[in-house]
């Protein structure tokens, strides 16, 4: 009897490759619903946020503004007193700006009108002068100006115990008939007493 040769029929290979591309629009589907921009998006809105939180904070805090850059200025640049003297410009510069933020913040009228005026006068004259001699005698005369408008704002709000007698000091010991550069520790001393009433009177506005 001849024998039949019987072939195994092959399983067709395209229900697989149909499987395989529904699986990959699967995942392309997924990955297309979680859009990155989505999550970007939401991200960048959460730290505008913040941001502007922290800024209300330091509104709230009376740390903001010309005050807050005088201090800051303050405590950055230290004791840096040299032959022009810019230190010394920049720093009166910044307090007159500063006192004049706080006379606003708290409707105070300043006595004399002229005060802030002639301190930033000062602060020119001490950038511009070519006069060694005249340097110390120039911020004395404008250091004190700034202690006589800090005690008439202490005088407008009554509220406001600052003890401004350190600062007074301080104004005191700059001598005007010494070079400045060699009276470092007095005109650091003075703008950092300076910072520290500002900082007092801002904080109770």
Known sequence: MAEINIEKRKSPV???ILLAVLAIAAVIWWIDDDDPDTFQTEEVAQIDEEN?????????DGQEGDVQEYISYIEENGNKITVSHKYSHDALTRLA?????????NNAELQNENALRELRDKADQLKETTSSTQHANLLSEASKNAAN???NLQADLPENSTDISGLKDA??????N????NQKNEVHRFFNESAEVLEAMSANV
């Open 171 to 176: 104004a005191e010991s700059i001598n005007p």
């Open 178 to 181: 010494a070079l400045l550069t």
């Open 97 to 105: 700006d500063a006192l004049e933020e706080v006379a606003t913040e």
């Open 149 to 151: 408008i800090m005690e």
């Open 14 to 16: 395209w229900p697989w």
């Open 52 to 60: 502007d939180f922290d800024a209300n904070n330091m509104q709230e």
